[in-house]
């Protein structure tokens, strides 16, 4: 099946529409489109029906497969309901915003084997962009492997997006050190970043006195 011949908005509309009706030929058929904006609507329209496999998925995620970063930046979007693929070669992505999807969506599985853990502790620690890092401490802190603590306690002397971020990515830990943090991050001066830690450890047990 193809789309009529069309312009990319209303191939675009099309592709939409047959996610929302059972249409999984169209749907599947604007993954094809030449327009990068089609290709990204056709692969949530073939999600949202249940019609997209874990390997048909993975293909949208590489770039010598697929071109566009919009492309690539969805699929990684739409990768966090397929736990099954392997989003640890996205983080090597040449676009940024296709890693923090990537993180993102490793977050959203709470889980990562060590290859990926340690990029993503890479990622927290040293890229450029602070939406990365951020992203990557939010996926350290969903994940709770001790081995991303340093990381997220980094995190915490970060751009105040990232510190608010890496409070909340604390709450998994109790680690005296994750608690030392989120008391530092008392005098913080974000307001948000306080709020979260005084949250945070109002909610954490008491400690036992003798």
Not at 176 to 200: C, G, N, S, V, Y
């Amino acid at each position: 099946m193809t789309i009529p011949d069309a312009g990319m908005s209303e191939a675009r509309r099309l592709v939409i529409v047959a996610g929302h009706t059972g249409d999984a030929g169209t749907a599947r058929a604007g993954t094809a489109h030449p327009e990068a904006a089609v290709r990204a609507a056709a692969l949530g329209a073939l999600a949202r029906l249940g019609e997209l496999g874990a390997d048909e998925l993975a293909a949208f995620l590489a770039p010598d497969r697929e071109p566009s970063a919009v492309v690539r930046r969805r699929a990684a979007e739409i990768a966090a309901r397929f736990p099954d693929v392997a989003l640890g070669p996205v983080l090597d992505d040449p676009e940024w915003d296709v890693v923090e999807m990537a993180c993102w969506s490793l977050g959203e599985h709470e889980v990562a084997d060590d290859a990926t853990l340690q990029r993503l502790i890479e990622l927290a620690t040293g890229h450029e962009e602070a939406l990365v890092r951020e992203a990557a401490v939010a996926a350290l802190g969903a994940i709770g492997d001790s081995r991303g603590l340093p990381a997220i306690l980094a995190g915490t002397r970060d751009k105040a997006p990232v510190r608010r971020r890496a409070a909340v990515s604390l709450a998994p830990f109790d680690e005296p050190e994750a608690e030392d943090a989120l008391r530092a991050l008392l005098e913080d001066r974000d307001w948000q970043t306080r709020q979260i830690a005084e949250d945070l450890l109002d909610s954490r047990p008491a400690a036992d006195t003798p």
